[in-house]
């Protein structure tokens, strides 16, 4: 069973890196598939790490993750791009150039808030 093709976001330091990295992609036109590849590497790299995968099991368990959280990893991200897009056009319009932690919070708040409502309703297939 495919999930929804956006996830609920945290507001915690990690989701706010990784928010600020999508904004900053969009405001000097950096490849948002780069950051996509970069994060991807990184969550699977922490998960060899934190399971104590040895070289001899790399490639095996690495599959396993991949086909176990592609879904919900495209979700995370494609939910980051949202609201990364949202700031992005807001702050654009206002000339504001940076993402306060304020910020954050205040659309993660209002993302989760109309998650049910609007994004959960978009059909992607």
Known sequence: ????????????ER?????VEYYQALFIGTS????DNSLQK??????????????????????RWVLQN????RAYINSLKIVAMFLYINNKMNGIEVVTYE??????????????????????N
């Open 1 to 12: 069973m495919r999930c929804k093709p956006f996830s609920y976001l945290e507001k915690d």
């Open 42 to 63: 990184d969550s699977l790299e922490d998960h060899l790490k934190r399971n104590g995968v040895g070289t001899e099991r790399t490639a095996e368990e690495a599959q």
């Open 32 to 35: 948002l598939s780069l950051i």
């Open 70 to 73: 592609s879904d919900p990893f």
């Open 103 to 124: 910020q954050f919070s205040k659309i993660i708040d209002l993302y989760r808030l109309e998650k049910e409502t609007i994004i959960d309703t978009i059909r992607t």
């Open 15 to 19: 989701t706010f890196n990784h928010l």
